[in-house]
């Protein structure tokens, strides 16, 4: 399974983006997938994860409601909506996917497939 993460881009703060992690092939549908990021010099963090069947989802606490995770099956594409942008929000952004559910997918080592990051920065 092959994954690309695009969206991401330059946006200031309060603003928002809507990230899309799409597969290569009708796979995605039944991997869970989460979404982590990585900032300079700081270690990759979870930040978002929805089950195959998009009924459950996990957050970060720093999300705060700010961000949604969804996913369109049919297109084979999870999404994450990003509202109310906040600078510390800067990082690389990644999608991955695992076989395994929901409730263990904010650890990053579970996820056997990755997407190749899409930077968002947020200015001040």
């Known amino acids: 399974v092959q994954l690309q993460a695009f969206g991401g881009g330059l946006v200031q703060a309060g603003g928002s983006l809507r990230l899309s992690c799409a597969a290569s092939?009708?796979?995605?549908?039944?991997?869970?997938v989460g979404w982590f990021r990585q900032a300079p010099g700081k270690e990759r963090e979870f930040v978002a994860v929805i089950s195959w069947s998009g009924g459950i989802t996990y957050y970060a606490d720093f999300v705060k409601g700010r961000f949604t995770i969804s996913r369109d099956n049919a297109k084979n594409t999870v999404n994450l909506q990003m509202n109310s942008l906040e600078p510390q929000d800067t990082a690389v952004y990644y999608c991955?996917?695992?076989?395994?559910?929901?409730?263990?997918?904010?650890?990053?080592?579970?996820?056997?497939?990755w997407g190749q990051g899409t930077q968002v920065t947020v200015s001040s």
């Open positions: 991955a996917a695992t076989a395994l559910g929901a409730s263990q997918g904010r650890r990053d080592n579970v996820y056997a497939y």
């Open positions: 092939r009708r796979t995605e549908s039944r991997y869970t």
